[in-house]
């Protein structure tokens, strides 16, 4: 049984409660055996506040400059975004820009979302703050997780057993097999935050039962916890969760999930 040939969930220094560089995650990726990594700083208001400047967003910007391959892992660049509300909007979609990194204007009138997304592989949508879900009906939370999982570039809904907002699993996951996009099941949750364990294992359960697909990730804010799966492993192990669902068994199993949904659509081309 093999979980854990690519980490598609991991932090570096510009998420400011993270602590290594890009190249200190590919050495640790490489050292571990991984095939893929996956960079996922967060795109959220946790890191600056209102006034939002595209200038604090800039890291997002120019990830073109990373090696597609390094030290023989392929690096992906994503980012996790926040949901920010009942409609499944994500973070950045109602901020305009009318200027870039420079202080000359666009264009056209964008927004911080579109701009980043625009450079991004793919995007995990998790929710970091749910005040705005208090008092929600489960329709509306599973509506939510459904806009979200609609969105062109979000691949994942991450650590969705740790959010604390009830929604409907089986809604949630059938959709995310229909459109080929996949759930997070979190090392960083289940070694931390016991109390969620259950929840956690319930999505892995039905997610096996109805087919669909998983990411196993790290969701590692220090390079020394890139590749570090143990406690979901053992808990896929116990309930034999399926490998053919996991779409971090290989390189070749993620960039195929990308492909067929359509977030990236030639990744099973040479990067
Ligand atoms: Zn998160
Ligand atoms: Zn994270």
Known sequence: MNYSCCDVHTHTLYSRHAYSTIAENITEAADKGLELLGS?????????G???DVKDFQYFLNMRAWPR????????RGAEADIVDLDGNLF???IALDSGITGASYDGAQTLKDLVFDELDYVVASIHNRSFARGATLAQTTQMYINALHDPKVQVL???GRANVPFDVDEVLFCAKDLGKLIEINEHTLSDQQQFSESCQHIAQRAAEIGTQIVVSSDAHICTAIGGFDTVHT?????HF?????????????????EQSGVMPHATQPL
């Open 50 to 52: 209102e006034p939002y």
């Open 40 to 48: 996922a700083d967060h795109f959220s208001s946790m890191l600056y």
């Open 92 to 94: 950045g979609h109602n």
């Open 69 to 76: 391959t390094w030290k023989g892992v392929v690096l992906l």
């Open 235 to 239: 808990m896929l192990k116990a309930i």
């Open 158 to 160: 991450g650590h969705l």
């Open 242 to 258: 399926p490998e053919e669902l996991v779409a971090t068994r290989s390189a070749q199993a993620f960039l195929t999930s990308l």
